[in-house]
């Protein structure tokens, strides 16, 4: 099989470009600058040594997404593209570029592979899209985000209504939404960035919780989606839902730092999220906080990933085994 992939350095993208060489696949990988390649061949060192030798086989291209002609160019009939580049931020700064990193970016992709006609179209959505008021959210929990679910949910909404509209059109896909997804990579961005704070050390914690999953879970199934005639689903991907003081408890332990000692409430970190603001203000620099991750960590958001497990037989990593691999791989990447 041949895959193009966006997003081939990233989290996902990286853990994918693995599974799919293991596998004997061929891919064609968008990349954003030879930086980040260079992290994603630290990561594949890690694995063994036959798929470090076939990280030379990835067909690297350079390319915009807000470029619908330099996709014309590079998408193929014969592809089966996998979504996986998206932008997730919580400063309000970043809504435009969110907004056009995952809604036009989207929508120009969708577009070429409906004039191509690719073999299959597997988007990566995100768990932020499931917004009806219920205990537990699954696939069928789709609707227009609410509130709550913050600017990077409206625009993963309005880049899978895209995916929706696609399939409409005769589009062939399929759309998979995971909940937080946890893996090594670079500790200062994304989900990842939860162990680059737990490794230097967190004094408080919060009793919100959510839901998490594993990298490899989500590549595998990936491929699983690939590799069968399932088009035009959905699907919620989630291992286990957490609450963040024991979800950061367990890391802080892997890490073998000492554990968040004091609870902080709602007006402790509104207060926080302020005086980071300031501080952002005066010295030029992201908030560590903001409004809306602040919001995050006391909410109760529980997601249900039992569909897909059923049908294709699917088991998910234990999120304590994941953590305990997942702060090996840190260990022996030596991030600063």
């Known amino acids: 099989m041949e895959f193009f992939l966006t997003g081939g350095t990233g989290l996902l993208g990286t853990y994918f470009l693995i599974q799919a060489l293991e596998q004997g696949h061929g891919v064609t990988a968008i ?15 890690l694995q063994s040594t036959q798929i470090v030798e076939k990280f030379s086989k990835i067909n690297w291209v350079q390319a915009n997404l807000l470029n619908p ?12 593209l996998v979504h996986c580049a998206g932008m997730v931020s919580f400063l309000p700064s970043d809504e435009q570029e969110m907004y056009k990193s995952n809604f036009i970016g989207t929508q120009n992709l969708v577009n070429v592979c409906i004039e191509k006609g690719v073999k299959k179209f597997i988007h990566i959505s995100s768990v932020s899209t499931l917004c009806k008021e219920e205990k ?31 399939m409409q059109e005769g589009l062939n896909a399929c759309v998979l939404s995971p909940s937080i997804i946890l893996g090594a990579h670079d500790w200062n961005k994304g ?5 680059g704070v737990a490794h230097q050390g967190l ?11 594993d990298v490899n879970d989500v590549a595998k199934a990936i491929l699983i989606v ?38 902080a409430g709602k007006f402790i970190t509104s207060l926080y999220w302020r005086l980071q603001w300031l501080k952002s203000k005066i010295t030029n620099s992201a908030p560590l906080v903001t409004k809306e991750s602040a919001r995050t960590a006391h909410s109760i958001r529980l997601f249900n990933g039992d569909r897909f497990a059923e049908e294709f037989s699917f088991s998910y990593t234990p999120i304590n085994k994941s953590v305990a691999s997942i702060v090996k791989k840190y260990n022996a990447l030596k991030f600063d």
């Open 31 to 45: 990349y954003r600058n030879e930086k980040s390649i260079e992290l994603s061949k630290k990561i594949f060192a």
């Open 69 to 80: 002609l330099e996709l014309d160019e590079l998408i193929l009939p014969h592809h089966t």
């Open 136 to 166: 537990i959210r699954d696939e069928m929990s789709f609707q227009r985000p609410a509130k709550e679910s913050g600017f990077y949910g409206k625009s993963k909404y309005l880049a899978e209504m895209e995916v929706w509209r696609g």
């Open 191 to 195: 989900s990842s960035k939860m162990f």
């Open 203 to 213: 004094l408080f914690y919060t009793l919100g919780k959510t839901g998490f999953i």
């Open 226 to 263: 690939a590799e069968t005639q399932t088009k035009q689903k959905r699907y919620c991907l989630n291992a286990e839902n957490i609450y963040y003081k024991d979800f950061f408890e367990n890391l802080h332990l892997a890490f073998g730092k000492p554990m968040p000692k004091y609870k």
